[in-house]
């Protein structure tokens, strides 16, 4: 089998490509990514060297350069893991969402209707269907529920979603699309919460909690998230939505506090500092069908994962130090440099406030 997997340089990428190396060692792997700031070529440095994996560095927004790829090397299976994913650059500068997450689907997808393809499959995100409210701890995403998004990222998800389907429905290309919940685990860019708070705390900086802290987020190790895919890709019925989600729901404060113990540092380095725009509230999965159809389950207990993932942390420091030495320190500046610390506000406060 050949597999193209795109974005395979950064955070779940990288993590699918090590576990389908462990899992499947007789496939082809090519990765095609373009390297963005979020694309590091060291983090794949332990298969690169392998005679069957490839890597090609372009965009999946070029389209000749996609063409060729596919006319080369006709792959099998499409795993399109490449997008911007961060949702605070996204309120920044939608642009450039846009065009690598919707317009390179499209591009990607028009590739496998030219040159064929056995499966397509896009990896989206639960962010498709906006939030939940705090009060309502008895409802869930299903694959059924609207989607209603929030930011210009979770939009240009969405739009790709939408577009996959309708590829599959107009032309019937073999589509499948996965919806995971956030991950956390090695190799995860510092701008995202978890790494940021555990490289922030290890340097005794403030940590930027958003708001009260108390938005929820339903927390998967990527690993697990790796191996969902894989079993939809051999067993997962095209046309189909998969969510992926472990119920392992946490607030943002609980898991910065979690941080600062394991680390023996302080919780006085929390700072409340002003909240994301549009800051959705609660994420929660329900993850039945994949469950029910395909006998998927989460592996890793949430202990165990974050456990890990410090310790990843710890004893990789030339990795996320390289990239915080860099680009990064602007990225920082500017998004951190403009949020006013806020007196931090609890539930039980909430009444008074208002
Ligand atoms: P990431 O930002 O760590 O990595 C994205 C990768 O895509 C990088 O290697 C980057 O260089 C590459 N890329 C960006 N634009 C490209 C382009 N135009 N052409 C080729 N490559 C390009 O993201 P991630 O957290 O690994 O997320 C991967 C996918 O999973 C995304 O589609 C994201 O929406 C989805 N997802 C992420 C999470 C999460 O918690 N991180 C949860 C659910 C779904
Ligand atoms: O400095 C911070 N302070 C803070 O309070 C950062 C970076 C985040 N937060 C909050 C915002 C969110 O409520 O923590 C929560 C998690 O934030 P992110 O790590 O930015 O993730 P999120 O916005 O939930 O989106 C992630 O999960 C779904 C991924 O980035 C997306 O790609 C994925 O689709």
Redesign the pocket.
Known sequence: MKLLV?????????NFIFYMRKEHPEDLIIC?????????LSTLASVMDQPNFKFVK?????RRAVYRLFEEEQPDIVV???????VDRSIENPEVFL???II?TAVLMDACRIYGIRRFHQ?????VYGDLPLDRPDRFFTEQTPLHTSSP?SSS?AGADLLALAYHRTYGLPVTIS??????GP???PE?LIPLMIINALHNKPLPVYGKGENVRDWLYVED?CKAIDRILQHGRVGEVYNIGGHNEMRNIDIVKLICNALGKPESLITYVTDRKGHDMRYAIDPSKIHSELGWLPETRFQDGIGRTIRWYLENQDWWKTIISGEYQNYYEKMYGGRSSAAPLTSDMKGKEE
């Open positions: 795109t974005g395979g340089a950064g955070f779940i990428g990288s095609l990514d373009s390297l963005t700031y979020a694309g590091n372009a965009s999946i927004t070029d399109n893991f490449a997008a911007e994913s961060h065009e690598t997450n390179g990896v989206s995100t639960d962010e990222y998800k919806r995971c919940s956030n991950n956390y190799y995860q860019f995202k998230h």
